[in-house]
């Protein structure tokens, strides 16, 4: 979520903005060089206080409007705190603080291609032809120095991974992950429902570090017998399987 809504100015450029009114195209100057470019405000109107755009990722058709508002004042103590909202759902409007060692977002949705959000994320090309549509929403989500505290639901539908060398592209069906709770760590399970393998295990958010996944996976049972034996294969290049045909992934390994 940050990369497209942490549109920092510096401090020379908030001193003047307090001043005067700077256009809303300057968050897409600050969105591109907090993403690499991968990330662009487009037909920017208004103010970099209040104003509204369409959100583009380069390389996909991901084309979102989005509307901003910015506090002032706490930029004088480093602090970004503000409300955005996305044009198919107006009436929903979510709230973010950016500061010194904290993280706040709540009420926040936000819907988009799987290969659109892999893409502004600048994941492995091998991934970036992933299938489906991605959703989450958060009721809150708070990261200070010390812990976290979250709640908040992801489903990946229709999902799909690229096939590799003559496997065909494999069908993981729609996926869920729920993350709720307080600590440095916070876990949730993570499962599937359809597609072509069976997806059991836990989502894990790191106050300091990177998220974990780690699941259990193998063919689904009563599918194609030829098509299950060659989705055993490719798991098995991931590691052994358990008794019941499971191999377990995770991520970073």
């Known amino acids: 979520m940050r990369p497209w809504v942490t549109v920092v100015c510096g401090v020379v450029l908030i001193a003047v903005a307090l001043i005067v009114e700077a256009p809303a195209s300057v968050a897409d100057w ?10 662009h405000i487009a037909n920017a109107s208004g103010t970099l206080w209040n104003g509204s755009g369409d959100l583009v990722a380069s390389g996909s058709d991901l084309q979102r409007h989005i ?7 706490p930029l004088l103590r480093g602090e970004l705190r503000g409300t955005l909202a996305m044009e198919a759902d ?11 060692d904290k993280v706040e977002l709540e009420g926040f949705e936000l819907a988009m291609p799987m290969e659109a959000l892999l893409r502004a994320a600048g994941a492995p090309a091998i991934i970036t032809s992933a299938g489906g549509d991605f959703d ?38 729609d ?40 699941a259990k996976v193998r063919a689904r049972p009563g599918i194609d017998r030829e098509r299950a034996s060659a989705l055993a294969f490719a798991l098995s290049t991931l590691g052994p399987a358990d008794s019941e045909g499971r191999v377990r992934v995770a991520w970073p390994r």
């Open 30 to 39: 600050r969105v591109g060089a907090m993403t690499g470019d991968r990330l």
């Open 90 to 100: 107006a009436d929903r409007v979510g709230n973010f603080v950016f500061g010194h």
């Open 175 to 214: 996926l869920r992950a729920e993350l709720s709770g307080r600590g440095h760590e916070v876990s949730g399970p993570l499962g599937n429902t359809g597609g072509e393998v069976e997806i059991d295990g836990t989502v894990t958010a790191v106050g300091d570090g990177t998220p974990r996944v780690e």
């Open 136 to 173: 989450i929403h958060i009721d809150r989500f708070i990261q200070d120095a010390d812990a976290l505290d979250v709640a908040l639901a992801m489903q990946w539908r229709n999902a799909s991974l690229p096939g590799l060398g003559p496997f065909a592209r494999v069908m993981l069906g």
């Open 67 to 73: 509307a901003w508002q910015l506090e002032r004042w």
